[in-house]
Each structure stands twice: as C-alpha cells, then as structure tokens.
C-alpha cells in the first residue's frame, strides 16, 4: 500500500516500540502495530490501536503533570 502522507513510500505493517515525549519527558508506548511508512516515517493505525495508543499518552501526560505537580 502507498503511503497517503507522502506519496513515495509504501506502508509496512509492523509492531514498534514508539517513543513519546511530554513536557519534556520521554517514554516508549511498547508493541504499537500499524502500518509505517519506510520514506517519510508516517504511521497508520486502526483505531483500535489509535484509542489504545491515545491512551497510553494521556495517561502518561496525567502521571508527568501529577509529578510536576508534587515537585
Ligand atoms: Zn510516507
């Protein structure tokens, strides 16, 4: 499948460890399947992976803010 970001590479269905930073802080969101494209870096997921991956991020904004909070 072409990627519809870039138009130049083509999409390949994988699982990653996907890297997120927040407010400075960094994790990995572990075991993230979609479908990356190998030009542009652009990924696309199902939803069901997008919900889990939206997730994932909120709640590690949520736990980063609480330590900010605390400090
Ligand atoms: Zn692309």
Redesign the pocket.
């Known amino acids: 499948m072409q990627?519809p970001?870039?138009?130049?590479?083509s999409l390949v269905h994988q699982t990653r460890d996907m890297p997120y930073t927040y407010d400075g802080e960094s994790t990995v969101i572990p075991n993230v399947t979609g479908d990356f494209?190998g030009?542009?870096?652009?990924c696309v997921f199902t939803d069901r992976e997008s919900k889990r991956i939206g997730d994932a991020m909120l709640a590690f904004n949520k736990a980063v803010n609480a330590r900010n909070a605390a400090a």
């Open positions: 990627c970001f870039c138009g130049e590479g494209c030009a542009c870096g652009e």
